[in-house]
């Protein structure tokens, strides 16, 4: 029988994550909204570091370092950022130096310990060196001057993208594709807090190339969905190319689903914290008011307006992000009480 992510299987690739993660059934959840056959994919199990959605992707642009023989790697994130824990994480595990740009000042309003605990606490604990840099709307233009200086000093850098999200790094959520698709051959949705677009070009690509008919939904976590969504494009495109079904691209089949944001990066609002309380007191998961807190927002919206109406089993993916909550002590009080 011929493999249709063949392609894909020839790339180098380093084993850090635990694979494949659980998909789990989600009847009191799905009790609550109305959807028979909901289920979780549980990527913050990924293991390395504390899992998450980024040690897939680093399976790929990790194996690409190592195989540029880099002696050190250079990513980055805000503050509370869990790629750079992860990265941090993975090459603590590989044993290769790792350089963060740990970017100040995206948030206009942070809560206590936001700038010490949580993912900024684990980046030192794996080592990582930190370079304080300012926020760029352009998220790599910082993290390419940090490797300009490891170079000039002699050093052979090798750049993982901002959200490790470059078409390398989007192979590991064609293989997540892969895995839902062996779990749940029927799939008719899979939904996801989407930002900066990796993970969602990745299962597009994933789909298409094993020619699976699932629409995925990205939720827009940045509140900049054009942004999102012209990114996923890009490199959900590229993804396919590298798998060898880019002439079968099409930017229909991207959709990032608006209205979850809280209006702000990583500020939480209402219906962020009415996401983040149902899914802890139906299914004991531990949302965070980034990322997972609004992939779940998005899920329930989509739910109650009606737009899984059609049948068929809904996936929604976590993510990750756990470590974030204990950066953002205040809501998670409010919503704990
Ligand atoms: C926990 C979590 N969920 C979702 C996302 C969004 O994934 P992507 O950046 O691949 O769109 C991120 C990105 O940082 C994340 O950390």
């Not at 304080?132 to 170079?151: A, G």
């Not at 990066?265 to 990322?291: K, S």
């Not at 996936?315 to 204990?326: E, K, N, Q, Y």
Request: glycine fraction near 12%.
């Amino acid at each position: 029988m011929s493999d249709a992510l063949a392609r894909l299987r020839e790339l180098p690739r380093v084993p850090l994550a635990h694979l494949p993660t659980r998909m789990e059934a989600m009847p009191r959840l799905g009790a609550h909204l109305g959807l028979a056959g909901l289920h979780v994919k549980r990527d913050d199990t990924t293991g390395l570091g504390l899992g998450g959605n980024k040690v897939r992707k680093l399976e790929f642009d990790l194996a690409a370092a190592l195989a540029a023989e880099a002696d050190c790697v250079v990513c980055g994130g805000v503050v509370q950022s869990n790629t750079a824990r992860q990265v941090a994480a993975a090459c603590a595990k590989l044993g290769i130096e790792c350089h963060l740009g740990i970017m100040r000042g995206r948030l206009a309003r942070t809560e206590p310990g936001y700038e010490e605990t949580g993912n900024i606490l684990l980046d030192r604990l794996y080592g990582a060196v930190i370079h304080d840099i300012p926020w760029d709307e352009d998220r790599n233009r910082r993290l390419r001057l940090i490797v300009e200086e490891l170079r000039a000093a002699g050093r052979r850098p090798y750049l993982v993208p901002y959200g490790a999200s470059d078409a390398l790094g989007a192979m590991g959520y064609v293989l997540a594709a892969e895995e839902i698709v062996r779990d749940c051959p029927d799939v008719a949705w899979i939904v996801h807090g989407s930002g900066s677009a990796g993970t969602q070009a990745g299962l597009v690509a994933g789909l298409l190339a094993l020619g699976h008919p699932a629409r995925v939904i990205g939720i827009d976590v940045d509140a900049q969905p054009e942004r999102v969504e012209a990114d996923v494009c890009r490199v959900g495109r590229e993804a396919a190319g590298l798998l060898g079904v880019g002439d079968r691209w099409s930017d229909e089949l991207v959709e990032v689903a608006v209205g979850w944001s809280a209006g702000a990066y990583g500020q939480a609002d209402a219906t962020t914290e009415e996401a983040i309380r149902l899914a802890a007191r139906l299914e004991a998961l531990a949302l965070d008011p980034v990322y997972s807190g609004k992939g779940m927002a998005g899920l329930i919206g989509l739910a109650r307006a009606g737009r899984f109406a059609a049948g068929g089993p809904v996936v929604w993916i976590h993510t990750g992000g756990s470590p974030g909550i204990f950066a953002y002590p205040e809501t998670m009080a409010r919503l704990s009480a």
